[in-house]
């Protein structure tokens, strides 16, 4: 059986890594972890609870590559108030759960704000995540 | 000819339980304090996905700890149960491997934790410890979703050339037995997480039962 990838974990100001045999706990410095998703090409993004925004870093050695997606302002729509968990979508967007707007950010794979999707029902969101639903498709 | 498949759908925890995303606002999918089968959601925190399907949410209210598994409209079972042990679960993700992976904080000894299970809830056992207070997982390797939207599996010794969808590209993310002989996989499976851009791929023979993920190029 194959060996399973590194697995991040938001812990606190800092975001561990942990590869099967050893665990690594200043493996990036933060201010408030919240939501993790690497993405296609293997960097690791991390978004800020602190200050609501969201970093890239290089997966193998958790050095900070830029900033993703800035915080803009409590009042600019485009900006994250209350980020919380993260995952890339099978469009290439970054979609950001925000508990204090209660909406969900989305962002394109540049890092540039393109919509908030809400509702009346949607409160203090948390989580996000897509389903499977189209990857079992063609075995040979 | 790559067959049409269907769209994932997003899907975001929060206080009124597991809402889905219909593209341009989140309704009801799991509503908290329901449920329907045999088990009730009161406080979800996390929802996963396994490749067969199946949904997971993990519920971290403080009478009925656990990981339900949705099918259907139902709750059909409460794969894992931490009303009587003394861990305080976080948050949870479904692995590579197709395992559920829950992070939290072991009450005796006062450390976070990363806890694993197979789908089914058996196999209980603790990945990482050592932690403060864990909270959001990911793993080394690119969102299940992004792999859409295909899955390419070689059966035993089944190899060839595949065709790719034009701008498709190919990463190999697990191999589940990697034969030695097969120099195609090999060369492949040094670089498991990067990206190439042919047109086909080629299997060598011996290169079976290799799960090969296709995707296309996002469109950001």
């Given at each position: 059986m194959a060996a399973l990838p590194n697995l991040f974990i938001s812990d606190g100001d800092n975001v561990d890594v942990f590869n099967g045999s050893s665990l690594n706990t200043n493996f990036i410095s933060t201010n408030s972890a919240a939501g993790l998703a690497v993405g296609v090409d293997g960097t690791l993004y991390a978004v800020s609870r602190d200050d609501a925004q969201v970093y890239s870093y290089n997966a193998m050695t958790g050095a900070l590559?830029?900033?993703?997606?800035?915080?803009?302002?409590?009042?600019?729509?485009?900006s994250v108030q209350g980020p919380a968990g993260m995952?890339?979508?099978?469009?290439?967007?970054?979609?950001i759960a925000d508990v204090t707007a209660s909406n969900v950010h989305v962002y394109s794979g540049t890092g540039a704000s393109l919509t908030s999707l809400g509702s009346a029902t949607l409160d203090q969101p948390t989580h996000v995540a897509f389903n499977r639903t189209g990857q079992t498709l063609r075995r040979g | 000819m790559w067959p049409s498949i269907a769209r994932d759908k997003l899907f975001a925890v929060d206080?009124?339980?597991?809402?889905?995303?219909?593209?341009?606002?989140?309704?009801?999918?799991?509503?908290a304090i329901s449920g329907g089968?045999?088990?009730?959601?009161?406080?979800?925190?996390?929802?996963?996905?396994?490749?067969?399907?199946?949904?997971?949410?993990?519920?971290?209210?403080?009478n009925s700890p656990g990981i339900l598994r949705f099918?259907?409209?139902?709750?059909?079972?409460?794969?894992?149960?931490?009303?009587?042990?003394?861990?305080?679960?976080?948050?949870?993700?479904v692995g590579p491997d197709d395992k559920l992976y829950v992070s939290g904080v072991?009450?005796?000894?006062?450390?976070?934790?990363?806890?694993?299970?197979?789908?089914?809830?058996?196999?209980e056992a603790v990945l990482v410890s050592g932690l403060n207070n864990p909270t959001y997982m990911a793993f080394a390797a690119p969102e299940p979703s992004t792999l859409s939207p295909a899955v390419l599996?070689?059966?035993?010794?089944?190899h060839g050339e595949f065709p790719l969808p034009p701008g498709g590209r190919i990463a190999i993310l697990r191999p589940v037995h990697p034969?030695?002989?097969?120099?195609?996989?090999?060369?492949l499976l040094r670089h498991p997480h990067r990206a190439h851009r042919p047109r086909t791929a080629t299997l060598g023979v011996g290169c079976w039962a290799l799960e090969c993920w296709m995707f296309l190029p996002t469109r950001a």
């Open positions: 590559t830029g900033t993703f997606v800035p915080f803009l302002g409590s009042t600019d729509p485009g995952t890339w979508g099978p469009d290439g967007h970054l979609y | 206080n009124n339980g597991v809402e889905q995303s219909n593209g341009s606002e989140f309704v009801s999918y799991i509503e089968g045999a088990y009730v959601l009161n406080v979800p925190s996390s929802v996963a996905f396994s490749s067969t399907g199946d949904t997971f949410v993990l519920d971290i209210s403080g099918t259907g409209s139902t709750f059909d079972t409460q794969v894992v149960d931490y009303s009587h042990i003394d861990f305080i679960p976080s948050e949870l993700v072991d009450l005796d000894t006062g450390l976070g934790e990363v806890r694993d299970y197979n789908l089914d809830g058996t196999g599996r070689c059966r035993p010794r089944r034969s030695p002989r097969a120099e195609s996989c090999r060369r």
